[in-house]
């Protein structure tokens, strides 16, 4: 039974039947959201895409920031249809340059994102997105460095929230807004 505290229309309904959940996945007691039987689905991935694309259009954005790996699926097409670039973060030492980083708790474990300084400059308007927000430790991470450079973080966006993890009152003390398609079981 997959909980969902609002009601879906048709489309979002589609998207949310589309994720497998995955029991004791990476590890016992986490019921792991499979994103990947949504990319699958050409129909799902258009729907989710375009639900992020109907958000952001007419907003101003400047550039779309990820989170690796899996907001790296969900960015690229939306900075596409916005107009905008697309900007990676990314786990430790994987970008060359000057970077700034953050480190944060997950549910299963701690880990660490980073940014190349010069990706995004001040004063730009910035959408960050992922597939999910669990405890929201890796938005929060990556609000800090979208807002260490000077940058506005205008949303972050996700697919799936799971609401008993209370991330969203994690990224309320951020005080950026915070838009997910979905709503779904820890
Ligand atoms: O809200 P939080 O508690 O911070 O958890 C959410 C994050 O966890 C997952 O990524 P994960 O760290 O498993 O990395 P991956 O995308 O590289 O698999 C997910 O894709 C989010 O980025
Ligand atoms: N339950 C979950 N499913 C998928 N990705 C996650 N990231 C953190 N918790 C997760």
């Known amino acids: 039974m997959v909980f969902q505290a609002k009601p879906l229309d048709d489309k979002l309904q589609y998207v949310s039947d589309s994720i497998r959940m995955v029991p004791d996945f990476p590890k016992k007691g986490i019921l792991f959201q499979d994103i990947t039987t949504l990319t699958r689905d050409p129909k799902a991935l258009k729907l989710c895409v375009e639900a992020f694309v109907e958000r952001y259009r007419g ?11 899996r907001g790296f699926i969900f960015g690229p097409p939306l ?47 910035v959408v960050i997105i992922d597939d ?39 990224l309320k003390a951020t005080n950026v807004p915070l838009f997910v398609l979905l709503e779904k079981a820890a």
């Open 132 to 170: 999910l927000i669990a405890t929201g430790g890796t938005l929060g991470a990556a609000v800090q460095l979208v807002e260490k450079v000077g940058a506005k973080v205008h949303e972050a966006a996700c697919v799936v929230e799971l609401p008993e993890l209370q991330g969203r009152a994690k």
């Open 79 to 125: 900075a596409m249809a916005l107009g905008v670039g697309f900007v990676p973060l990314r786990k430790p030492g994987k970008l060359p340059g000057e970077t700034i980083g953050a480190e944060y708790q997950l549910e299963y474990g701690s880990d660490r994102i980073e940014m190349t300084v010069e990706s995004i400059t001040k004063g730009q308007n």
């Open 59 to 69: 907003q101003k954005i400047d550039v779309v920031a990820g989170i690796e790996a």
